[in-house]
């Protein structure tokens, strides 16, 4: 779903529990996500596969999560067809996954809990300057619309998919003459020869003809329409300026911190060495304790402990700094190892330690007494701590107070923003689909500034989130619709489309009359120089040569090969207009030891992986075809 997280918190695996542990007080204090009911019709569902029901919250919970992303793309307003077809896709995709997990469980495929907390924490957007961070992980949930429960659930199906799809593809391989044929395709070179017959060499001077161009703007008037557009009068309220106004007594401060003195509490914390030695299967435990007590007995004969960890420990992080961890709390280890360092006293070595990692000695090096922080040291951070929460409730409540009054009806609109404190624009042009000015392109505000009540009632409409800590209620001033705009501003426009046509029209004709002359013998060099045309030389080139039009590549590979010195000769229609004369005259494959070795092995890869995620495709889609399905046809309504 989202780049690896640290080395120490990949390599030390005993400390990323540490960090995973974190992440789910964030998220047990972050709050419950995906319970509303959109339904209270029990029983009802979006989709039935098999005897697994697909619920409509589950339906219409990620159609919300993917709705603004559509919204954004079709400018501001869903067509329906286009609704129904994706609403469609969705729902079917839903099926494919449900489909998938069934089978999956009846293959005993599972994603145990090692796996999803390493997913959790190879989340690139998880991460915070190279490590896992908990606060990312919130952040960029909140950004994607997820709960952290939504995530799991996901990814726990996204792993399960891709097992299968290993699974089903893994005996995929290239054979030795596979390899050949792909050396062939790829490799392949075409010798070509060819002439552009442009628009503006065959256009002619004669002027367009006034009834053609009035012709032409009449029978497409809808490509000359002014986007719908308005001007906006808004009032925004912003989460900075409700705290801008929030002040913090003395009396206030001393209550929060008496209420949270445990808070303020540094633990004890030590600076330990550790030398690990892992036990690979279960039967070598014991005879790795014995390598860790022959370990200690050096230690305690004045070995040192350092040296050893650096020849000894297989944690790959701490082993090349002599075993050294970072200062911490006990509760940044393992229960068993946190229990031994702090029973130690300064300088002592333990004996070994069994983990679920293997066997540690530990070396108690440093200790920092625990301290409670007075109520002058955490006075800044207890403040803005305080001025968050109020100002994040107040906040609340002012929307809360907007949308009531704004239901209610408002008469004035420069009152209602000058009674809630609202900071006052006007956006002259707000254009459908692009938006404007301060407000930017927000999908959700560009739809209520579109809707009916806000054009055709121009009633005062919102408030409307542009984010979690910025707010806008609106009034349409003044709407524009779509309108097309006057021939004398597109005419310029219409008169060089006319002219690309009559000049591409008569290219062909030119191309098609020099084609039946070169069938008939004649040298293409005369033939080119009667229509004043010039053509590189003949060369050979290759599937992706930059210097040759993509349609002429196209029909140049297109055909057959060129053999016994006959040569194939075609007109070719180009995108922008006019064509290309075209002569294949040779195809040649240079040998496999020409092309860099690297270059084979990744088309090899390639192709390995493309073969095996068709056939993980069409398994999965047999595996939906041998499946009943029910789907709700109004599971979105």
Known sequence: MLQKIGDKLQGSKWLSYVMLGALALVFA????????????????????????????????????RMEPQYLNLFGGEIPAAQRTLLQGRLLD???????VRQAAAKLGFAVTEAQLRQAYQSEQAFQSEGKFSPQAAMAALAAAGMSPAAYETAKRRELVRDQVAMVVGISEFITPAEAAR??????????LRFALLTPQQFAGTAPVDAAAIDAWYKDRSAQYQTIESARVAYGELTLA?????????????SERY?????????????????????????????????????????????????ALAKANSKDPISAAKG????????????PEFSAALFALKQGEVSAPVKTQFGWHLIKLETIQAGKSRSLDEVRGELTAEMARELAGERFGERQEQLQQRIERGVGNFDELVKEFGLQAGDIANFVRGAGGGELGNDPKLNEAVFS???????????????????LVVFRVAEHRAPQTKPLTEVRDSIVAELLRQRGSAAAKA??????????????????????????DAARYVGRADPGVPVQVLSAAFGGARPQDGKSSRSVIALDEGGVALLAVTASRVPGPETTDPRLRMQRMQREQQRQAQLVSEAYIQSLVNATKVARNPKAFE
């Not at 509303?36 to 098999?50: E, M, Q, R, W």
């Not at 075993?323 to 393992?334: H, I, W």
């Not at 009916?452 to 910025?470: F, I, T």
Request: hydrophobic share 40%; glycine share 6%; charged share 35%.
């Open 29 to 64: 204090a972050w709050g419950a996500y995906g319970i509303v009911d959109f339904t209270s019709h029990l029983g009802n569902y979006a989709a039935k596969v098999g005897n697994e029901e697909i619920s409509l919250d589950r339906a219409k919970t990620e159609w919300q």
């Open 93 to 99: 995709s839903l099926v494919r996954e449900e489909v």
């Open 182 to 191: 792909l050396h062939v395709l790829e490799d392949e070179q075409r010798e």
């Open 241 to 253: 300026s409700v705290s801008a106004g929030i002040k913090i007594s003395d009396a206030q401060l």
């Open 258 to 306: 008496e209420k949270n003195r445990d808070r303020f509490v540094e633990p004890e914390r030590r600076l330990a060495r550790h030398i690990l030695l892992t036990v690979d299967k279960p039967a070598d435990s014991d005879k790795v304790k014995v390598d860790a007590d022959a370990l200690l007995k050096q230690i305690q004969g004045g070995g040192d402990f350092a």
């Open 323 to 334: 075993g050294e961890l970072d200062l911490s709390d006990r509760n940044a280890f393992v």
């Open 452 to 470: 009916a009540r806000a054009v055709k009632e121009q009633a005062v409409s919102g408030p409307v989130s542009l984010g979690d800590d910025r």
């Open 510 to 535: 030119a191309a098609d009359a020099a084609l039946k002359r070169l069938d008939a013998g004649e040298s293409l060099d005369k033939v080119l120089a009667d229509l004043k045309l010039k053509s």
